[in-house]
């Protein structure tokens, strides 16, 4: 078994000495457990908070443990209710090609589901987020605006294609021409603004003459401080993710925006929510699952995929992800 521990913690981007390949003997699985073999590993960026001890809402993963992550795997051998070698699932088996389970957590997807990684992006984890965060806390009626960054990302993506089916303006933020070429193009969004090209508050505040009633907030820094002019009276913002500020070692430079951000909250009597996506809404998750389902067996919802080979190159793509380096979800392929 190949699995790949936290060595260190890392300050700022994590580098060359933050995750340890170990190889080891497979592990047997005991009396009630399974054993797990991982087909794709998932990337994702709250993987970041998980390498810090900083405080957070999931505990830090110890040094020299291995790295956590969502799977989608094949049952090897079964010794637990409900599973059987063969079948494929949904579990949390972390950066390895093997994992022992007793099968809590774990989702049973059958002998031979239809695009099985897919579980891990828009029908899995950040599809509940996306959903979960604009229903409930968004809120979102037909007619009004909303706005997201990360809008070619799994979470962004989807969010503005359900913000489309629910009939809303939708504008999307993405970095670079080709990325807002596919969220316009593919995914159907009204407009796209790139963030990363001269000029960006004042696009971004001329594709919005009617303001912004839901900004979904996946990336914080400089994006919200163009977006928080345009908020409108009772605009709603899930706060998802900051995902600009992951590997920061500090508060970014400049004047302390504190009492704006609050003034604006008072005078505009908007509603910022945080939320947890399995702690707040996976009560949700059927109801999520049965209606995304739909969405994509019709077509309604697009998902783009970026599949990458080989275990040993999961560290160089999560730390690209955090950069903007992915182009859709980006998942690691395990098994030749
Ligand atoms: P993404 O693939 O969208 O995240 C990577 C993208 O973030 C990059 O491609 C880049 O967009 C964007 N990005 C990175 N740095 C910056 C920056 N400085 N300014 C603007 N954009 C930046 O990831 P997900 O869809 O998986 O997740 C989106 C957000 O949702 C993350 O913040 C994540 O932590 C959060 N999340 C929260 C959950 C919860 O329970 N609260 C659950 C799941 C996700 P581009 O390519 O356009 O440059």
Redesign the pocket.
Known sequence: NRKFVLAQRPKGEPDDNTLRLETEDVATPGKGQMLLRNEYLSL???MRGRMSDAPSYAASVEIGAVMVGGTVAQVMSSDVDGFAAGDWVQAFGGWQDYAPSDGTGVINMGKSPENPSWALGVLG??GL?AWAGLTQIGQPKAGETLVV????????ATVGQIAKILGLHVVGI??GPR?CAHVTGTLGFDACID?KADGFPNALKAALPDGIDIYFE??G???FDAVLPLLNTSARIPV?????QYNATALPDGPDRMNLLLGKILRKRMTMRG???FDDFGHLYPEFAKQMGEWVKDGKVQYREEMIDGLERAPSAFVG????D?FGKRVIKLTA
Do not use: Q, R
């Not at 960054?149 to 962004?156: H, T």
């Not at 998802?240 to 600009?244: K, P, V």
């Not at 992800?321 to 903007?324: I, R, T, V, Y």
């Open positions: 994702d960026p709250y984890m950040p987020t960054a990360g809008a070619s990302g799994p979470v962004g993405a970095g990325k963030y996946n990336v820094g400089a994006v998802c993710g900051l995902i600009s939320f947890i996506v992800l955090l950069k903007g992915a």
